[in-house]
């Protein structure tokens, strides 16, 4: 392993791959080092919950060997980085340093090593997303080689029951769900050559987290949207449904699969859904707008110089980078 050390001599080692036994941990440290950005930027009364930790389960599988910590001299977990490929599209979070250890170095560290994991692994693809208010963070990132894009804006939309239920690959079995992801990893191909989103619906399926929606054009599918409906928060009801990757060979059809998933949250028990649309997709964007979205959160979008992001030539493919 190799090891850092700061002009305060404190010994970092790692990285080291994360277990699940360890959730608690990094829970603490996700909680207590966002609480701090918060309060850095003047909302002092916000406490960061811990994660679900079905939630975190699923972040350390589906980054396999990029699940990324470091421990100090007693063993504990000092900084972390949750580092994801899908495909040639690689993307980092949630990633943070302990309180006492930030200043140091130690954040950068943990992403270079991340970007150095990402490149071996062929990705041709390497972002993250992080506050757009936050100066500080987007200094830093820019200096490690990121570029500031485009917002990713939060949009929630109420359940509401369609006609005809929502057609959800977890109700396939056998040779039918082999077909279904064969084809969704076909669509993504088409549309993105190189990215595959498959090792995350199955991963969400195996972990009942949630389900994919499927959209149809005759026998074939013409798009799916991969969704969780375990509650983000730690403790909390189930109250909104996540889109994770949303993919459609045409964007016209876009409103068709909102009504979709807000189809399957209601029936799922869930109050609301939410599209974390990327700002290159307007169209989206002010369809979903026009179905009654309303605006809750955005995100920055920053991409490693000469590792950005594809917009495909037709169609839509959203994708999240956050868990």
């Not at 692994?121 to 757009?132: D, N, R, S, W």
């Not at 485009?150 to 005809?164: F, H, P, Q, V, W």
């Not at 059809?253 to 990327?278: H, K």
């Not at 307007?282 to 000469?306: C, E, F, K, N, P």
Request: hydrophobic residues 40%; glycine residues 8%.
């Amino acid at each position: 392993m190799a090891t850092s050390r700061s002009w305060r001599q404190h010994p970092v080692d790692g990285p080291y791959r994360a277990r699940a036994d360890e959730i608690e941990e990094l829970n603490q440290i996700f909680s207590d080092s966002f609480t701090e950005r918060y309060r850095r930027d003047g909302m002092v009364g916000v406490r960061v919950p811990f994660l679900n930790s079905s939630i975190w389960r699923y972040a350390i599988e589906d980054a396999a060997d990029g699940a990324m910590l470091w421990r100090d001299e007693r063993g504990r977990i000092v900084a972390f980085n949750m580092v994801h490929r899908s495909g040639t599209e690689g993307w980092m979070g949630p990633l943070a340093v302990r309180t006492e250890f930030q200043g140091m170095g130690t954040g950068k560290e943990i992403v270079l090593r991340g970007v150095e994991w990402l490149k071996a692994q062929g990705a041709t693809v390497i972002g993250l997303e992080t506050m757009p208010r936050t100066m500080d963070n987007i200094g830093f990132y820019s200096r490690l080689g990121f570029s500031p894009g485009r917002l990713t804006i939060t949009t929630t939309l109420e359940a509401a029951l369609a006609d005809t239920p929502a057609r959800l690959l977890g109700r396939l079995s056998g040779p039918a769900w082999d077909d279904a992801l064969a084809e969704c990893r076909a669509l993504v191909q088409r549309l993105l050559p190189g990215y595959d989103y498959t090792r995350e619906i199955s991963l969400t399926h195996d972990l009942a987290l949630g389900d994919t929606v499927l959209l149809y054009d005759g026998d074939a599918i013409a798009g799916f949207a991969l969704a969780h409906t375990a509650p983000l928060v730690e403790g909390r009801a189930r109250e909104e449904l996540r889109v994770l990757k949303l993919v459609l060979a045409d964007e016209a059809r876009f409103p068709e699969m909102v009504r979709m998933v807000a189809d399957f949250a209601r029936r799922s028990g869930t109050r609301r859904i939410a599209l974390r649309l990327q700002g290159e997709f307007l169209s989206a964007y002010h369809r979903a707008i026009a179905l009654g979205g309303h605006v809750r959160w955005t995100d920055l979008r920053m991409s490693l110089a000469d590792y950005e992001e594809r917009r495909p030539d037709h169609g839509l493919v959203l994708s999240n980078w956050e868990i």
